[in-house]
């Protein structure tokens, strides 16, 4: 179980590595005002966010459930495991809206701002730490 819950952990890290820095490049990529430095960042957010933020999403959820099964009637009645639950559904499709943004990218069609993107790369903040207090404090 121990080193499910350590595999838990470093693919949630690497998944919120992927979701603090995807919305970090498009600020720069909405500043950018050259082709070479458009390019550039579609090769980077699309390496970011397939290759590395949404194979740690997958595997984060992988071993989530995995450690559930060891116990789903334990921590299926725990009142911070669906808060949990709630949040990373909430986190899945922050990650899908990313995505999103992505391909607007891709095709030169950004709609928004650098501002926008500085305030949209706070969002996980937000759900980390909530997400750490539950597991950790088990408030409910």
Aim: charged share 15%; proline share 4%; no cysteine.
């Amino acid at each position: 179980m121990l080193w499910v819950k350590a595999f838990h952990i470093i693919f949630m890290v690497t998944w919120f590595a992927g979701l603090f820095y995807l919305p970090r490049l498009f600020v720069y990529h909405a500043m950018a005002k050259d082709e070479v430095s458009n390019a550039r960042f579609k090769i980077m957010e699309r390496k970011l966010y397939f290759g590395i933020a949404t194979p740690g999403m997958i595997l984060t959820i992988l071993f989530g459930g995995w450690l559930i099964g060891f116990n789903p009637q334990g921590y299926m009645q725990a009142g911070w495991m669906h808060a949990k639950l709630g949040l990373v559904a909430l986190l899945v499709v922050y990650h899908l809206y990313l995505g999103k943004l992505l391909f607007a990218f891709k095709r030169d069609q950004n709609k928004h701002g650098h501002v926008f993107y500085r305030i949209l790369n706070e969002v996980p903040v937000l759900f980390l730490v909530a997400i750490v207090i539950l597991v950790v404090a088990k408030p409910m």
